[in-house]
């Protein structure tokens, strides 16, 4: 065995002092195949005092409820997943295991059930905003609050035209959802935003003009199928009274006029690149200071029939994406994200 002084060691939480770790060396003498280092953690010298917590939080995740508001005989339905995260003015319940100050996951899990009973769901960054609210003023411990809420995206359903009074379809259209921060003594920051919302244009759209080396197998393409899922969010800055319901409705149709231009000719695309920041820009020009897009790909390859006897005009392409169940064996995976602040 031979012990190994290590003087300096940088990690997260900042050790001081030296530290000593043994190290074990098994050599199989058979096969050099098998080589396995341990750690005997034991001979650590590392106390508390020699370490600063950079962080340290807890909450409670995935509260998922259904809040009905009714008005004479017409309903109205949010169905929504909240998580909440707290962090206590005093890491003890971390450090020295004194719960003291701690609140209870399972209390806060009632607390945000309570608040959709009492204040309802307006929007949901005006909800997360309630939940940032009730814990700065009610419990002096906690010096950060932190409020994530997405929602089922739950629509009316209609009848010849006729809207239903009580009934509803769940249209997998874009999933809304919202974040609101706040330190204590801090300004209240909420973030909008919309993921999972699947586009697709059968044309007007390229890649070319890349660059190519002797690594490069990819064809260029002046006609594609664009297809993607989105991930869009916001920054409404410090909180002000905001109609979010309207905001993020304008958000959402600027998306989708960016994304396929005009309805009658569309909008060119030379890059996924370049759809992601038109995207951005014609935001920009409508509302918002800060506008983070994520537009995760899907490929259509045009499937080559001629061994078939037939000709493929682009009618019959074979789709290559990401699948979280793994049902498709030939995944691609390719992310374009850009982040923009407006400064004027």
Not at 69 to 89: I, N, Q, S
């Amino acid at each position: 065995m031979k012990i190994f002084s290590l003087p300096q060691v940088t990690t997260k939480i900042k050790a001081i002092s030296t530290v000593y770790v043994s190290l074990t060396l098994f050599h199989d003498s058979i096969t050099q195949a098998s080589t396995a280092f341990l750690y005997n953690c034991h001979v650590f010298s590392l106390q508390i005092n020699d370490l600063e917590v950079l962080n340290c939080e807890y909450g409670k995740n995935t509260i998922k409820f259904l809040r009905l508001h009714r008005e004479g005989k017409k309903h109205f339905v949010k169905e929504v997943e909240v998580c909440a995260h707290l962090r206590l003015t005093s890491p003890q319940e971390y450090l020295e295991g004194n719960n003291s100050l701690v609140i209870p996951t399972d209390t806060i899990k009632n607390i945000v059930l309570v608040l959709a009973k009492k204040n309802g769901i307006p929007s949901l960054e005006e909800f997360a905003i309630d939940i940032c609210n009730h814990f700065m003023t009610t419990f002096c411990q906690v010096a950060y609050v932190k409020a994530y809420v997405q929602e089922v995206p739950w629509q009316r359903l209609h009848e010849d035209g006729v809207p239903h009074i009580h009934s509803f379809i769940c249209v997998p259209d874009g999933i809304r959802f919202c974040e609101a921060e706040q330190c204590r003594n801090g300004p209240l920051i909420v973030f909008g935003g919309i993921k999972d919302l699947k586009l697709m244009k059968t044309t007007q759209s390229g890649f070319e003009g890349f660059y190519k080396n002797e690594h490069t197998t990819l064809p260029e393409r002046h006609d594609r199928i664009l297809c993607g899922e989105l991930f869009c969010k916001w920054s409404y800055g410090e909180c002000k009274d905001f109609d979010f319901n309207c905001i993020w409705k304008k958000i959402r149709e600027c998306i989708l006029e960016a994304f396929a231009g005009p309805p009658d000719c569309g909008e060119y695309s030379r890059s996924y690149q370049k759809t992601v920041n038109c995207i951005q820009m014609h935001v920009l020009s409508r509302v918002s200071q800060i506008i983070e897009v994520v537009l995760n790909n899907t490929f259509y390859n045009v499937v080559d029939m001629k061994n078939l006897g037939l000709t493929n005009d682009k009618e019959v392409s074979k789709c290559f994406k990401y699948n979280l169940t793994a049902l498709c064996r030939n995944t691609q995976l390719q992310s374009i994200a850009a982040v923009l602040h407006k400064i004027k």
